[in-house]
């Protein structure tokens, strides 16, 4: 079999790429096809203990033996699903772009290699591909499909507070009957089980491109620079698939590893492939914001505040803090509780003052310089995170900033309601930057998105990130998937 650009992946990263292609190409995609109703069914079918765990590595769960995602240490909390579309079926929605920050870092080792002007173009036919909805206030410069209906519901309540605080923009699968609405999403804030598939997954977004599915790149044989032919597994045996040049689209961890296993040319930076692994590290907050009336379950988008008031950067960590659009947790609830009211007999006004608290979702950068990094062994991929259980404390000092920039504001923090999670683990699902394209000697892909040492072997996907800061990778990555494919078009 031959195909002139073979494409692996069949995510957000692979289809966009495709989309933008001049001439032949296909996609091979090792997850078999499913009905994504039967899958949410089937979730709402189990009694799970931990409805996050079960919902990823149960309802989405493969029927092939080869399609079985490594195992990551318990302290990493990311994982990654194998079927048709990959990850982009129980993401969240929320889509950011990369700070202009990130961008701009001058630290030669994890430079973008290109600016955020020269990305801005992209990330705006990104999010019409993507079909996001956005705040008006958003301060990025959006080119959103739509307005987030009833934002201003929620400027004038976290006015007094956070002036600058929007609502992240949303991915949305738009219905056929509102092409300029927000779709069927009814804002219930459990976007990774929506029943209803109100958000933009890898799989809606529409091309031409024929896809094999269930076909598994094992890896890739190379003549001298030049990789000729993919070793693939299927159901039915092996299949092999000769092109002429190649673009590796497949999940983070799974891109890595079926380069670690093709004979790669010598002068392929195979020492620095797999390091520089990033993700985020979490924390929960709440705050009391005194009179205040959050305006929970008014806004028809399942999204998250963003507070540029409480996010920035410190010691090298970017961080963001996002407020939470469903109701606050019990534990948040009862810190904000004014005992000595309930005593004096003002119970309603007591109970009315609840509509003040706010749970918090930080996102913190875990910096490439910590260098936690995958490795390839007796035929698995394991993890060294010393780098990061050696500088984690510094999260510590981020939670207190946050805390200082609450009181100078006069929002009253929730100490009672905090989980520091990022004591235990790390991870979000955004398995970032172990391919990165950094302008610096240690990047193991060029500007260009070839494989250093390659002559027709392209990457695609979050894996090139250099640095990722703070903000997860789905609009940059489809972004840079339009890059890539009008690089290609450029050289055929």
Known sequence: MFVETLIIGNGFAGRTVARGLKGPCLIVERGEKFNIF??????????????????????YLSRHAFNTPEDLPDDCASDYILVDGGCSNHWGGLSFRLTTNVFARDAESFRWPFSYQQVEPYYREAEQLLRISADPRDPDGRNPLSAIKGASHWHQSLQ????????????????????????VCMGAGDCELCPMDAKTRSL???????????????????????????????????????FDRVVVAAHGVESLKLLWKSNLPPATPREF?????????????????????????????????????????????????LGLMTPPSSQALAG?????????????????????TMSLYILLEVPPEWD????????????????????????????????????????????????????????????????????????????????KGSANVYVAGSSLFPRCGSRNPTVTVVALGMMLADKLNDNV
């Open 38 to 59: 039967e899958r949410r069914q089937r979730f709402m079918q189990m009694q799970a203990d931990d409805r996050h765990d079960a919902l990823i590595r149960r309802a």
């Open 160 to 183: 007094s507070y956070f002036p600058q605080a929007y609502i992240g923009a949303q991915a949305h699968n738009l219905s056929v009957a509102d092409t300029q609405g927000q779709g």
């Open 204 to 242: 809606h977004i529409r091309n031409d491109v024929e896809v094999l599915n269930e076909v598994m790149v094992e890896h890739l044989r190379f003549e001298g620079d030049k990789a000729v032919e993919a070793i693939c597994q299927t159901p039915k045996g092996q299949l092999k698939i000769r």
């Open 273 to 321: 492939m797999g390091h520089y692994y990033q993700d985020h590290a979490v924390a929960e907050l709440a705050c009391y914001l005194p009179g205040a009336r959050i305006p929970y379950f008014q806004v028809n988008t399942a999204a998250q505040v963003v507070i540029p008031e409480l996010s920035g950067e410190l010691d090298g960590i970017e961080y963001t803090t």
């Open 336 to 356: 904000s509780l004014d005992i000595d009211k309930l005593n004096a007999g003002a119970v309603e006004e007591a109970i009315a003052d609840l509509a003040g």
């Open 372 to 451: 936690v990094s995958l490795f390839y062994d007796a035929g698995g991929v394991h993890m060294d995170s010393d780098g990061y259980h050696g500088n984690k404390y510094l999260y510590d000092k981020v939670i207190e900033a946050i805390y200082t920039k609450m009181r100078a504001l006069g929002v009253v923090p929730l100490l009672s309601a905090e989980q520091r999670h990022y004591r235990n683990a790390f991870g979000t699902h955004h398995l970032v930057g172990m391919l990165n394209m950094s302008d610096g000697d240690n990047g193991v892909v060029d500007a260009d998105f070839r494989l």
